[in-house]
């Protein structure tokens, strides 16, 4: 800065690259007149102290049903050339939002700037609710950041997978013969619990009141499952009704009364008529058949 005359004179803009503290010095060259002089380094009102930048993070996570994937992305926004680490934890499941003890997932990634930064996948075993949190590590000219137990977006609802149940009853059959009930159960995730199978009739069309008939298996995974054998005692058509009771990872599910496949005729019985009649005789005589 040229002197002209005492007063104040200010430096030039300087903008640092760095974090930390600064300090000044001055010099006055002094001319003809005035003798030179200089500031010491360090002293009073001549240190200029550069804060680490805060930067932003904001956080999506994903969701899914039990047996896809979920994931977190983090956004970092507003920080100094940021370097370091982003590190994703995931807790779970719980009602609540608890992050505490040990997380049931980890993904770490490097950080290079401001940028999104997508953790790795995570294939959840239990359905629930999740929570993810996120931490920046910071660098030397930025610092770490934190996202809250809790944070919005932050909450990953795992679902119970949906079965299907397609059913098929035993043919028709003529009274004095047995009934069945086979279920295919699919789309379950290593599912477990009851399938029960009821019939009702024979005249019974909604299914309705005490059943003629139950039957319970156990579920050791997706698969086909029968019921036990029924011998009706009246002719009529009986109806088939199924229902899985699901588990912690797979919703429950039936077929509905009067569904596909799930009618047995009970038919009457034809009897066997055989006849002889009686033996060759004079006329005059009598005949008969027996």
């Known amino acids: 800065a040229t002197v002209s005359g005492n007063g104040a004179y200010p430096s030039g803009p300087f903008t640092p690259t760095a974090s930390g503290s600064y300090y000044w010095t001055a010099s006055y060259a002094g001319d003809a007149n005035n003798a030179a002089a200089s500031t010491s380094c360090g002293d009073a009102g001549e240190t200029s ?3 680490k930048t805060t ?3 904001s956080t999506s996570a994903t ?3 039990v ?3 979920v994931s977190d992305t983090a956004t970092l926004a507003g920080g100094q050339s940021p370097s370091g680490t982003i590190t994703f934890s995931l807790f779970g499941p719980s009602a609540t939002a608890v992050c505490s003890g040990t997380p049931v997932f980890t993904s770490t ?3 290079t700037g401001n940028a999104n930064y997508p953790s790795g996948s995570f294939t959840p075993a239990a359905a629930g609710s999740y929570w993810f949190v996120v931490s920046y590590s910071g660098d030397a000219n930025n610092s770490a950041l934190a996202s809250a137990c809790g944070a919005a977006n932050e909450s990953v609802v795992v679902k119970r997978a949906t079965p299907g149940v397609v059913t098929h009853a035993s043919p028709s059959v003529p009274m004095g013969g047995t009934v069945s009930d086979t279920a295919s159960l699919s789309g379950g995730v290593n599912p477990t619990g009851t399938i029960i199978f009821t019939l009702f009739g024979p005249g019974n069309p909604t299914c309705r009141g005490t059943p003629t008939f139950t039957s319970t298996k156990t579920v050791a995974g ?3 499952y029968t019921s036990a054998l029924f011998t009706p005692t009246l002719t009529g058509t009986y109806l088939f009704v199924v229902s899985y009771s699901g588990d912690a990872n797979n919703a429950a599910a ?3 009364c009067e569904a596909a496949n799930e009618s047995v005729v009970v038919t009457r019985v034809p009897p066997t008529l055989a006849t002889t009649a ?10 008969k058949d027996t």
């Open 49 to 51: 102290t550069v804060g």
């Open 55 to 57: 930067a932003t993070i």
């Open 63 to 65: 969701s899914a049903t």
């Open 67 to 69: 047996g896809g994937s």
């Open 109 to 111: 990634v490097a950080v």
């Open 222 to 224: 997706n698969g086909n």
């Open 254 to 256: 039936s077929s509905a």
């Open 278 to 287: 009686s033996a060759s005789m004079t006329l005059g005589g009598t005949v």
